[in-house]
């Protein structure tokens, strides 16, 4: 179809925003599902991330559609899987604080599922992208625990994560290669 | 409050019939949610069920509301955590078949996963009810993909069941003690 000059280019103006709007902060969640996918393809691991938890309200089963519906609070963390014939289990964050993490981002059912799966032997940590930094941690559940359960403060500083944590160097394939620190750490 | 007899009772006969409605084609997932939170509380293990995951179309963020939404098809098994240290994945499904368990009911992505697991040497398996058999069954994914791979048939029928699989006792607590069989079976 033929628009003026003018109607196009608005178009694709909106268009691009739409794309920045729908990438913000959504960038790590993308680097680690495509990296999943490579670990699967690879036959290296097979990680899934989990639907998120809907609480339904009301549903058309016939054309299964639903037409009322709220986001719920997950009770465990996002991505888990198998890895080396070993339970693997994850949860990633973005945040825009430049000074630490702020705990507000983990739920309380969130943290004692990873106590549980860090006491049971499972492979279990965060990966937590501090984006104005440019900078990708992975902190094992251990230190998480140790943290929250001695210094009783509402955000991890950044300072912890350069003490304790792992960076995750950016790569172009798989782009977030967290197996690798996994491979490199003793003490898991 | 006072209400005469007979509306009382009514409302006492409509309640029950919602309970009955709702359990209709539920109490297997009912079942095994209430294995795996024994099993929590006992921390024998930490298995939990993926949420039903969602297409998202028209949804208000600041309420956090779903006004659109489709179910969409899951592309691994419901269950997996970890147990003894070890990756477990299953899925769960009831049928009201008497001779076998019609293959429709699993997705060609499931049965990809189920192939996966099993080659990552994950513990991985069926349970499947008979609900007018009153029989539940546990079918190791080994025995699972080689009926797949050898048998081009639609359905696994009930005497493959009977060969290659493991009744799953009821019991009271837990209900589906599937990890009871999984300690006995040699060759996972």
Redesign the interface.
Known sequence: MNYPNGIRKEKLIKKKEDIVYKNRGMNLENDINETNQYY?EK?I??I?K?????KLVKVDYKK?????????MP??TDY???YK?????FEAKETINTKGFPLINIHKHQIK?IR??Y????ICFLIVRFTKLNKTYLLLAKDFINYIDNVKKTTIPIKYFEEKAYMIKDKFIPRVDYLEIIDNVEDV
Do not use: V
């Not at 014939?85 to 289990?89: A, R």
């Not at 006491?119 to 499972?122: H, Q, R, V, Y």
């Open positions: 699967q036959e691991a097979f899934y989990k639907p998120t938890p809907i299964r559609k639903i037409n009322e519906a709220y986001f719920d009770s465990t888990n899987g198998i014939q070993k339970y693997i289990d599922h549980n799966i006491n049971a032997k499972g």
